[in-house]
């Protein structure tokens, strides 16, 4: 096969892609926001973060502030927020999980999603729920010993 026949079957090939979450951490002393997820067919009855799928054409700012508005009733600039790791994750198929840490907001913290969320609550850092969904308790752990970037789930398939 020629240099060019084979240049043009690897052009041809689909771009392998993979689903992005933005998850924000909110933070007061020494606790976090947790939601505890309802009614979404996902981790039902397990406590994560707010979070959501970034959109086309979306910054992970932008998810960010959204997110929290939707989920917590929140707002905040973006100056006020800081990606504070990334996690290649695998469970059912491969995701890319933005975090983000926000250090001031406007609004109080209710639970904007009922149908989605029947718990929202603040948690010591050191103390969450044992029913954290795991990738979520391990993403804080390494936000609360600055490691920046981790992978997910591979473990089970090595």
Avoid: Q
């Avoid at 981790?43 to 917590?72: F, Q």
């Avoid at 996690?87 to 406007?106: G, P």
């Amino acid at each position: 096969m020629s240099d060019k026949a084979r240049n043009t079957i690897l052009v041809r090939r689909e771009r392998f892609t993979v689903p992005v979450s933005v998850h924000v951490f909110l933070t007061k002393y020494d606790e976090i926001l947790l939601v505890r997820r309802c009614n979404t067919g996902y981790e039902d009855g397990n406590y994560s973060v707010p979070a959501g799928h970034l959109e086309a054409g979306e910054h992970v700012l932008e998810t960010a502030i959204r997110e929290a508005h939707e989920e917590a009733g929140i707002s905040f600039v973006a100056e006020n927020a800081r990606v504070v790791g990334v996690m290649h994750r695998k469970s059912n198929d491969e995701r890319i999980d933005f975090f983000v840490a926000i250090s001031a907001w406007r609004g109080d913290v209710r639970n904007a999603e009922p149908a989605k969320c029947d718990d929202l609550a603040w948690f010591p850092l050191d103390g969450l729920p044992d029913t954290t969904i795991p990738y979520i308790r391990r993403a804080i752990a390494n936000y609360r010993e600055g490691r920046w970037f981790d992978s997910f789930g591979w473990e089970e398939t090595s």
